[in-house]
């Protein structure tokens, strides 16, 4: 199996933009444009929290199938609980992680680290091994 393609970010305010132009570059044409706008969203998010709160390189990795879109945001920092805090409507930031719990399939933290993940799950029927559609994912 190949190693999903990966990308070294800066630890600046451009980080976010350089993610999401490499994910246009490398997903552009194979997914819908509604796909790749909520994938180019949650991963700003979470390259954006990297830059706030991680520290050392930031990696970006990305790997696509017939099912789902992962997507993950890798720091040098010590991590963090993946906990999501009652926030008051009018506060300015520390959305992040709400807005990549309401609009991603699944998402996840690698315990320990500051590796943080995101699936957006493909539309469409799913197929079996028998090449006959299939309910289960």
Same mark, same amino acid.
């Given at each position: 199996? @190949? *190693?999903?393609?990966?990308?070294?970010?800066?630890?600046? =305010?451009? $980080? !976010? &933009?350089?993610?999401?132009?490499?994910?246009?570059?490398?997903?552009?044409?194979?997914?819908?444009?509604?796909?790749l706008d909520t994938a180019k969203l949650l991963t700003s998010e979470l390259v954006? @929290? *990297?830059?706030?709160?991680?520290?050392?390189?930031?990696? =970006?990795? $990305? !790997? &696509?199938?017939?099912?789902r879109l992962l997507v993950e945001v890798i720091d040098e920092g010590s991590g963090?609980?993946?906990?999501?805090?009652?926030?008051?409507?009018?506060?300015?930031?520390?959305?992040?992680?709400?807005?990549?719990?309401?609009?991603?399939?699944?998402?996840?933290?690698?315990?320990?680290?500051?590796?943080?993940?995101?699936?957006?799950?493909?539309?469409?029927?799913?197929?079996?091994?028998?090449?006959?559609?299939?309910?289960?994912?």
């Amino acid at each position: 199996m @190949n *190693a999903p393609p990966e990308i070294e970010l800066p630890r600046g =305010l451009e $980080a !976010a &933009l350089q993610a999401r132009r490499w994910l246009e570059d490398q997903y552009a044409t194979a997914l819908a444009s509604n796909e790749l706008d909520t994938a180019k969203l949650l991963t700003s998010e979470l390259v954006n @929290n *990297a830059v706030l709160h991680g520290k050392g390189a930031i990696m =970006l990795r $990305a !790997a &696509l199938d017939e099912n789902r879109l992962l997507v993950e945001v890798i720091d040098e920092g010590s991590g963090f609980e993946r906990a999501l805090g009652k926030r008051d409507f009018e506060k300015l930031g520390g959305w992040g992680l709400e807005i990549v719990e309401a609009c991603s399939s699944r998402w996840g933290v690698h315990e320990g680290t500051t590796h943080v993940w995101f699936e957006l799950e493909r539309p469409g029927p799913r197929v079996g091994a028998d090449g006959k559609p299939s309910l289960e994912d």
